[in-house]
């Protein structure tokens, strides 16, 4: 049974931090490539990052030098190092794993707001 269990959203000012975690089971870790995603009210689910299996990355624009997506294959987790978070980051952020499926996470709520 594939797993991948998000964490590290919250609440946050304008300004600050986050880092999302997601633990992925029941997948070959080290051979998928890893993304999050995001979904804010009224609009569809963008990606946001991905990191393949040869660790180079993607990234949106909206997001570049400022968000940074790693992973580590010896715990099976996929990391989203957010900075300099703006309001218009507020959505609900999904992990992703792909190879010849796609899978998904519960999603985690991040608010950006004073």
């Known amino acids: 049974q594939v797993q991948l269990v998000e964490s590290g959203g919250g609440l946050v000012q304008p300004g600050g931090s986050l880092r999302l975690s997601c633990a992925a089971s029941?997948?070959?870790?080290?051979?998928?490539?890893m993304g999050w995603y995001r979904q804010a009210p009224g609009k569809e689910r963008e990606l946001v990052a991905r990191?393949?299996?040869?660790?180079?990355?993607h990234y949106v624009d909206s997001v570049k030098g400022r968000f940074t997506i790693s992973r580590d294959n010896t715990k099976n987790t996929v990391y989203l190092q957010m900075n300099s978070l703006k309001p218009e980051d507020t959505a609900v952020y999904y992990c992703n794993a792909r190879y010849q499926t796609n899978y998904w996470g519960q999603g985690t709520q991040v608010t950006v707001s004073s």
């Open positions: 990191i393949y299996s040869n660790l180079a990355t």
């Open positions: 029941g997948i070959i870790f080290e051979v998928y490539a």
